[in-house]
């Protein structure tokens, strides 16, 4: 099946790190994505990793997976008041072409 | 390089009335997919537009169509609309070559629909 599951809310402090985790449910996604979507805003492509990778990062950001237990975290360094938005991961299941999303997490970042 | 452009961006309309949406994908890119965004449903996946041709399409009601012209660019239809069909609807397009990659999509801004 195709299901994605998230936390709904995070919060964090200022320069702190932040830690969101997804779980999904079809073996055959060859990429996973992180989304991010600001207010009135669509969605912008954060990160990415292949499914046959266990870790991958790009500057602040650091993406982790775990194959075997289907889970996928994003962890953002020093958290800025600018990174509060909410954030999706998604997959791309088999060669559909389509992204089933999770819920989304919505990371506030307190000053 | 332009983004991917949504017109109108907000739209108010009926219950039972009809409502036609447009994407303008990025010079190049021929695929169009289409995902509707709701507080209670989150985002969830429409269809898919490649070559004028549906590729691939999510669980909705046959009110929901859509198509693609041949310069890429791709309208979605509503019919009979409904309260429950509020919601923002976004358009992503992509290079999408046939066959297994990665594959990223491009998001426009979205069409805020208001049925009353």
């Known amino acids: 099946g195709e299901d994605v599951e998230q936390s709904l809310f995070l919060s964090v402090r200022e320069g702190d790190s932040s830690v969101i985790n997804c779980t999904y449910t079809d073996s055959s996604s060859t990429y996973l994505y992180w989304y991010k979507q600001e207010p009135g805003a669509g969605l912008q492509l954060l990160t990415y990793?292949?499914?046959?990778?266990d870790m991958k990062q790009d500057q602040r950001l650091t993406v982790l997976l775990n194959k075997k237990d289907k889970h996928l975290s994003l962890r953002i360094a020093d958290t800025q008041t600018g990174d509060s938005a909410i954030y999706f991961c998604a997959e791309v299941p088999g060669n559909t072409g389509k992204l089933i999303f999770g819920q989304g997490t919505t990371l506030q970042v307190k000053p | 390089k332009a983004g991917v452009t949504q017109t109108p961006r907000y739209l108010i309309k009926t219950r039972g009335q009809q409502v036609t949406l447009s994407c303008s994908p990025i010079s190049g890119h021929r695929s169009v997919s289409w995902y509707q965004q709701t507080p209670g449903q989150g985002l969830q996946f429409l269809f898919e537009?490649?070559?004028?041709?549906?590729?691939n399409k999510g669980n909705f009601p046959g009110r929901f169509s859509g198509r693609q012209f041949s310069n890429s660019r791709s309208e979605m239809n509503v019919s009979t609309l409904e309260l429950g069909d509020s919601a923002l609807y976004l358009c992503?397009?992509?290079?999408?070559?046939?066959?297994?990659?990665?594959?990223?999509?491009?998001f426009g801004p979205g069409t805020r629909l208001t049925v009353l």
């Open positions: 992503a397009s992509s290079l999408r070559v046939a066959g297994v990659g990665y594959n990223e999509q491009f």
């Open positions: 537009y490649f070559s004028e041709t549906q590729r």
């Open positions: 990793i292949f499914s046959n990778m």
